[in-house]
């Protein structure tokens, strides 16, 4: 028996997994296809500021305290794994197509300005001097010097790794339902029958979270699927933009994030490109419609013309977990034994190393530092009690402790 | 030794072998990846009508008897192969988006009808009748009975099955050069190091039949490359056009090919689309352009906005082997032993039958019949005099000779 079974693999399930081993847990993780779900079609845009939605408060207290982690999550993985994970410090140029997209822009930085958030309006000229590839038409345009990139794939191989390393097992089975022992749940049931026993579960299985726990009377779970549709190109690097590029276009957000160089593989010397991504209430159905290509190749070109040129090497249709209130759920449950890790919608990538922190220090008793770089600690604080997993009512009026309120 | 030996595996190489099987001859062909050039990629329209260039009376002759070819090599083929080639006569409905295009349109029927090329003009109320999922802005439309299509993976499925029948041999290598003996082409050296040797040799090798034939100075082949994207989709059948769908957007052709109901597969019970093709001067690079596929689905749902919804599965890049005067290269060379197939440009699926007959009867002399559907014989002998691969002059002037010009 281990000390902690993790349901999910994918970059919040392996982040959990990887911290937990660092404090000395025992740990298996349990995913058919781990990193096949969300985290493969993420851009991996650490983007707070720009991600920022109007009257959220305490989601962007979470994006930046989560923003502030990962400079030392990134470094202390890269040193275990002995491998990059693509973290690019070069900013953000957000951009605006026409004067409607352009009023929006200057909403936003009006909202980071109240934040603290370091943003600045750009004259179109100055915008083209941080990226010479700028299209012909826009509006106005932004810097955001603190919202950067990593490569996700790049962060789920190494933590594959790291977790290798330090003696955790990922294995490649489906957990199909809960184990439990006098209403506690102690592990899961793969798909083969076996039974995973651990002290502790940690049900970080994206949007499928929710049929999974289905038939646990005590706990509510609403993550549904939300259908985001990527694409990977690769150019000549002086065809690549040299800073993650975003921007409205006619109402719709678009980004499109290049990477550096690649040193080996097909695609040497090239500069990857993701452009994402599409919001469709729509179930994961892995597929990639015409409808959602051309929308994302209209916008991002609109922007930035000479991805035109550019190999379309991969559409990449997977489905976020999205809550109703847009906060994740991550931390304990109302069932002893059982954590939850999941609802990170468009921001799991940026949220992974923040939520591994939090659920590490509620699976070990251990004081969680609120102090922490680009956030207000008692706006944070309210923020990680707002994503507590317990405050969605039960379905069963019967089974609702009074105990296990926010803490 | 064999009486022929084909190089190239695609669909003109193919129905040569088939065609030449069905003489009484023996066959190999040599192809590393058969079927996966020009012919990978091509939709499959049997479009004499639509695909007619003004001034170009002598493709047209070729076009029109090639398609008076291509039932009876429809129902042949089917019957040797014991599986459909997916031939569907279900005519092609022709639109222009804007009044520029309106107005090429018109100039299009005028030159259908110069040549009895049975095609009128439709209102839009009309066309929409034919095909109720045409977009809202159309400035014109014609309809042209006798432009159908067929399945050119399935046209080479059959064709490879009915040869194994006939006992010709596909021989998974790639030709490397020709195997010569006192002037006379005698077969061919692969890239094992293996010569395959025979009586006849014919070059089907598209766009490549070029580098392979640099090094005899006695012929001229140009061809060239121009590469071509093609878009499958998957729809549900309600979604699919019922008609080949072409259209003129803003001067740009491109066509929408819908298929019948898969019956089997991951795919049944939906209908493929195909969209073609953008027209580069491209090497035959296999790389899907985020810029090709901007513009074909553009100009697409610009006719059928319905493909919005339609799976996304395949991006095919291919080059087609393209001439300086828009014919192909069919039949004897100045070498003997040497026979040519290819240049076929965005026709070779249409082209394919006639071109076989024409190659078999050159290689077994025998009479071939110009007396065929569509085409005013007089009008078609010149055109298969145009498309004589001899009508280059050779870069050695002392290699020329004057007993072999168009017979």
Same mark, same amino acid.
């Given at each position: 028996?281990?000390?902690?079974?993790?349901?999910?693999?994918?970059?919040?399930?392996?982040?959990?997994? *990887?911290?937990?081993?660092?404090?000395?847990?025992?740990?298996?993780?349990?995913?058919?296809?781990?990193? %096949?779900?969300?985290?493969?079609?993420?851009?991996?845009?650490?983007? !707070?500021?720009?991600?920022?939605?109007?009257?959220?408060?305490?989601?962007?207290?979470?994006?930046?305290?989560?923003? $502030?982690? *990962?400079?030392?999550?990134? #470094?202390?993985?890269?040193?275990?794994?002995? @491998?990059? =994970?693509?973290?690019?410090?070069?900013?953000?140029?957000?951009?605006?197509?026409?004067?409607?997209?352009?009023?929006?822009?200057?909403?936003?930085?009006?909202?980071?300005?109240?934040?603290?958030?370091?943003?600045?309006?750009?004259?179109?000229?100055?915008?083209?001097?941080?990226?010479?590839?700028?299209? &012909?038409?826009?509006?106005? #345009? #932004? *810097?955001?010097?603190?919202?950067?990139?990593?490569?996700?794939? #790049?962060?789920?191989?190494?933590?594959?790794?790291?977790?290798?390393? $330090?003696?955790?097992?990922?294995?490649?089975?489906?957990?199909?339902?809960?184990?439990?022992?006098?209403?506690?749940?102690?592990?899961?049931?793969?798909?083969?029958?076996?039974?995973?026993?651990?002290?502790?579960?940690?049900?970080?299985?994206?949007?499928?979270?929710?049929?999974?726990?289905?038939?646990?009377?005590?706990?509510? =779970? !609403?993550?549904? !699927?939300?259908?985001?549709?990527?694409?990977?190109? /690769?150019?000549?690097?002086?065809?690549?933009?040299?800073?993650?590029?975003?921007?409205?276009? /006619?109402?719709?957000?678009?980004?499109?994030?290049?990477?550096?160089?690649?040193?080996?593989?097909? *695609?040497?010397?090239?500069?990857?490109?993701?452009?994402?991504?599409? @919001?469709?209430?729509?179930?994961?159905?892995?597929?990639?419609?015409?409808?959602?290509?051309?929308?994302?190749?209209?916008?991002?070109?609109?922007?930035?013309?000479?991805?035109?040129?550019?190999?379309?090497?991969?559409?990449?249709?997977?489905?976020?977990?999205?809550?109703?209130?847009?906060?994740?759920?991550?931390?304990?449950?109302?069932? &002893?034994?059982?954590?939850?890790?999941?609802?990170?919608?468009?921001?799991?990538?940026?949220?992974? &190393?923040?939520?591994?922190?939090?659920?590490?220090?509620?699976?070990?008793?251990?004081?969680? %530092?609120?102090?922490?770089?680009?956030? %207000? &600690?008692?706006?944070?604080?309210?923020?990680?009690?707002?994503?507590?997993?317990?405050?969605?009512?039960?379905?069963?009026?019967?089974?609702?402790?009074?105990?296990?309120?926010?803490?």
């Amino acid at each position: 028996m281990r000390d902690l079974l993790v349901v999910g693999g994918g970059i919040i399930g392996l982040a959990v997994a *990887w911290r937990a081993l660092g404090a000395g847990l025992s740990v298996t993780v349990l995913d058919p296809d781990a990193g %096949d779900g969300a985290t493969r079609a993420a851009a991996g845009m650490l983007a !707070p500021a720009t991600e920022a939605e109007f009257t959220e408060d305490a989601a962007l207290a979470l994006h930046l305290a989560a923003a $502030g982690r *990962w400079l030392t999550f990134a #470094a202390d993985l890269e040193a275990a794994a002995g @491998t990059g =994970v693509g973290l690019r410090e070069s900013g953000t140029l957000t951009l605006a197509y026409d004067d409607t997209d352009a009023a929006l822009l200057r909403r936003l930085l009006a909202l980071q300005a109240r934040h603290a958030v370091s943003s600045r309006a750009l004259t179109i000229a100055e915008a083209r001097r941080h990226e010479p590839l700028l299209g &012909p038409r826009l509006s106005g #345009a #932004a *810097w955001v010097p603190g919202d950067h990139a990593v490569d996700p794939r #790049a962060v789920h191989a190494a933590l594959q790794r790291a977790i290798a390393d $330090g003696h955790g097992a990922v294995v490649p089975r489906a957990a199909v339902r809960l184990a439990r022992h006098e209403g506690r749940v102690v592990g899961a049931l793969d798909d083969a029958g076996r039974v995973h026993r651990a002290g502790s579960t940690v049900v970080a299985a994206g949007w499928a979270s929710a049929p999974l726990l289905a038939d646990l009377p005590e706990v509510t =779970v !609403p993550v549904r !699927p939300v259908k985001g549709q990527t694409l990977r190109l /690769q150019t000549d690097p002086d065809l690549a933009p040299r800073h993650v590029v975003r921007g409205l276009v /006619q109402g719709r957000p678009v980004y499109v994030v290049g990477r550096s160089p690649a040193t080996e593989g097909p *695609w040497a010397g090239h500069c990857e490109i993701v452009v994402g991504a599409t @919001t469709e209430e729509n179930p994961d159905d892995r597929r990639a419609t015409a409808g959602g290509v051309f929308a994302l190749l209209r916008d991002a070109r609109a922007l930035l013309p000479a991805i035109d040129e550019a190999a379309l090497v991969e559409v990449t249709p997977r489905a976020r977990p999205a809550t109703p209130d847009n906060l994740p759920l991550v931390g304990p449950t109302h069932v &002893p034994g059982l954590h939850l890790a999941t609802g990170h919608h468009r921001n799991g990538i940026l949220l992974a &190393p923040l939520t591994a922190e939090i659920v590490v220090a509620g699976l070990t008793g251990s004081w969680f %530092d609120v102090d922490v770089t680009r956030a %207000d &600690p008692p706006t944070l604080l309210a923020a990680l009690r707002a994503s507590d997993p317990r405050r969605f009512p039960s379905p069963d009026p019967d089974t609702r402790r009074t105990d296990g309120g926010p803490r």
